[in-house]
């Protein structure tokens, strides 16, 4: 079966760029989603189509998404952005999650 | 913007079904896909299925024995019903509205989502 891998945890200065990345067979060829839960909360929509930002989520806030690896790239990353994040994408009808990045800004 | 609340029973006994109804304000259910996912407690997300207003559905085939989703477009709603649940089910669940989406099919993004409400299962 299919699956989206993601690293367990990012650790991240204030300031840098935090790139958090999921990794499947083929990923590139599928569009990839990314959503962001602080803890306690449902989570939120950061990026679609591989690259959208919808409008409320800031600018420093991008995805790519090329051969096997989407990425999900923080820039100038604040204390706000501590949370955890998924990626998503769809195979065979089935709509897939990775297992969710710890993000820490230290 | 899209609203979403979810409600029901916070505690189900195993081999009992769980019945969670997703109340949509600020758009109409006759507009989107709309989508229950889950969240075991400290675990990732799991997507449980899907469904349009016209009637199509969509179902994890890890759920699809034991899942229905319906719509009640007269009162904005959108309800989950899982059959024979066991300790597994006890999770956080979500219904979210879907992007992207064509008038047969969806493989969009999860766009606006409820708070999630808490269901345990335990007699």
């Known amino acids: 079966s299919y699956e989206l891998t993601q690293p367990p945890s990012v650790s991240v200065s204030p300031g840098q760029t935090a790139s958090i990345t999921c990794f499947g067979d083929?990923?590139?060829?599928?569009?990839a989603s990314w959503y962001q839960q602080k803890a306690g909360q449902s989570p939120v929509l950061v990026i679609y189509?591989?690259?959208k930002r919808p409008s409320e989520i800031p600018e420093r806030f991008s995805g790519s998404n090329s051969g096997n690896t989407a990425t999900l790239t923080i820039s100038g990353t604040q204390a706000v952005d501590e949370a955890d994040y998924y990626c998503?994408?769809?195979?065979?009808?089935?709509?897939?999650f990775g297992g969710g990045t710890k993000l820490t800004v230290l | 913007q899209v609203q979403l609340q979810e409600s029901g029973p916070g505690l189900v006994k195993p081999a009992e079904p769980l019945s969670l109804t997703c109340t949509v304000s600020?758009?109409?259910?006759?507009?989107?896909?709309w989508s229950w996912i889950r969240q075991s407690p400290g675990k990732g997300l799991e997507w449980i299925g899907y469904?349009?207003?016209?009637?199509?559905?969509n179902y994890n085939p890890s759920l699809k024995s034991r899942v229905t989703i319906s719509v009640d477009t007269s009162k904005n709603q959108v309800s989950l019903k899982l059959n024979s649940v066991t300790a597994a089910d006890t999770a956080v669940y979500f219904c979210?509205?879907?992007?992207?989406?064509?008038?047969?099919?969806?493989?969009?993004?999860?766009?606006?989502w409820g708070q999630g409400t808490l269901v345990t299962v335990s007699s």
């Open positions: 083929k990923l590139g060829n599928k569009y």
């Open positions: 998503q994408a769809w195979d065979s009808s089935t709509a897939l």
């Open positions: 600020g758009g109409s259910t006759s507009s989107y896909y």
């Open positions: 189509q591989d690259k």
């Open positions: 979210a509205s879907m992007g992207d989406c064509s008038a047969t099919t969806c493989y969009g993004y999860l766009h606006h």
């Open positions: 469904i349009y207003y016209s009637g199509i559905t």
